[in-house]
């Protein structure tokens, strides 16, 4: 079995890298630079919403490209406006600021939220976040972030965070009754790197009446779950509510980084010029990678598609795992449409490596569950694909010794 790559001399080491380089891709497959093919199931971690070398989507970008890649949010961006009001029509909610990757978008998040407090008179503003959530690894946002490993050597932490269990309403009120500085609740719908967790549609609706009351802002990370990763545009609105606050990227810009916040009418107008921006967010390029996914996904009906293949792979996964979810060895399998977990009874991390080998990408969170978030353009026959190298994998992992 081959293992992890040792660092390079150059690029610093984040990552464990394992010893493969994509060199190009075509719909739900890519190559390696060996020329050996693999079903992918990561998306590049959700982020690749149509697939690979997508037949509408290079040549709209190559013809921006030519165009214009970057002017200035000194000037007027046209793009901007438009993909604004793509966003705004499809989440109900009234205005968005661009910036480039998810965590610039929390960050713009957590900003709105403190300012909303200050601008109501409260000094030290505090935000209500969650265990196992991650929002990303900038200083706010992996001190909103529950994982103590992700934050473990970059104390001191930000200030200002309470955090509380997911999916318990009394839980969130104990945490947070008679405490005037609370300004807002900030959650992924359906939690992504610590385990894929969906909050329940029913706390989704107590958390919106209790924001209602209380005057808070409902802040929810779409980061990884929405742009129609769950076959609705984002994922809290299988429970019927609008959020105040919605962070986006990943699956915005099908690759090209694109982040956004899309804001409702109480918290639309926080920012002043000002108040916060940066350089690259919202540029041409971007923005028109955002306006032609939205295009793409809308004229294909992979909302629709998405749901019914998401289906149709989590069916196909109990099926084949009956054995496993009988005697306990698949703990359960969680998730939505086209995000979904397979949460083992043991640490499963070696899968990712062993799944590269059999020629599938996939990932491996929170240590136990296997994460499958392939492009939206997953064909039936390749979620069987998936399936029938996947189940036999775990089959023989839960079988050996831990
Ligand atoms: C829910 C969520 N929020 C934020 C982020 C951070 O996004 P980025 O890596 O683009 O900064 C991620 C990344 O995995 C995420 O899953």
Redesign the pocket.
């Known amino acids: 079995m081959s293992v992890p790559t040792p660092a390079s001399p150059h690029v610093m080491t984040t990552y464990g890298r394992l010893p493969m380089a994509v060199s190009h891709g075509q719909g739900c497959r890519v190559w390696d630079t060996q020329g050996k093919p693999y079903l992918d199931a990561l998306a590049g ?1 959700a982020v690749n919403t149509l697939g690979h070398n997508h037949p509408r989507l290079v040549p709209a970008l190559q013809e921006q490209v030519a165009k214009i890649i970057h002017s200035c949010n000194y000037y007027h961006v046209p793009l901007q406006e438009e993909l604004a009001r793509l966003l705004v029509e499809r989440s109900g909610m009234t205005n968005v600021f661009f910036c480039s ?4 978008a ?1 960050e713009a998040a957590l900003k709105l939220a403190r300012k909303y407090g200050h601008d109501r008179g409260i000094a030290r503003p505090q935000i209500v976040v969650y265990e196992k959530a ?4 900038s200083i706010a ?1 992996l001190s909103a972030t529950g994982n103590p490993k992700i934050q473990a050597g970059f104390e001191p932490l930000v200030e200002g965070f309470i955090r509380v269990p997911i999916n318990s309403i009394e839980a969130l009120k104990a945490a947070t009754d008679g405490n005037p500085d609370v300004v807002a609740v900030f959650f ?1 719908a359906i939690q ?2 610590g385990g894929i967790h969906p909050m329940h549609q029913s706390y989704l609706r107590a958390v919106r009446a209790l924001c209602d009351e209380r005057q808070w802002l409902m802040m929810i ?1 779409e ?2 779950c929405g742009m129609g990763r769950t076959g609705k545009w984002f994922a809290h609105q299988w429970a019927g509510i609008v959020p105040d606050v919605m962070p986006l ?2 699956g915005l810009g099908s690759g090209v980084p694109v ?1 956004a916040v899309v804001a409702g009418p109480q918290a639309a107008h926080i920012f002043q010029p000002g108040n916060h921006g940066t350089t690259f967010g919202g540029n041409p390029l971007a923005m028109r990678a955002g306006v032609e996914t939205i295009r793409i996904i809308e004229e294909d009906g992979l909302l629709e598609h998405t749901q019914r293949v998401g289906q149709h792979l989590r069916q196909a996964l109990e099926q084949a795992l009956a054995a496993e979810i009988a005697n306990g060895g698949v703990r359960e399998i969680r998730g939505q449409g086209l995000m979904l977990g397979i949460d083992l009874a043991k640490p499963c991390g070696v899968l990712m490596q062993q799944a590269l080998e059999a020629g599938l990408l996939l990932s491996v969170t929170a240590d136990t569950v296997v994460r499958l978030v392939p492009p939206l353009i997953l064909t039936e026959a390749e979620a069987d694909e998936i399936v029938a190298i996947l189940a036999p994998l775990i089959a023989q992992h839960l079988k050996t010794a831990a």
Not at 101 to 104: A, F, I, S, V
């Open positions: 971690i990757t998810g965590l610039e929390n991650f929002h990303g690894r946002t992924e992504g790197e990370d980061v990884q990227a990943k982040g």
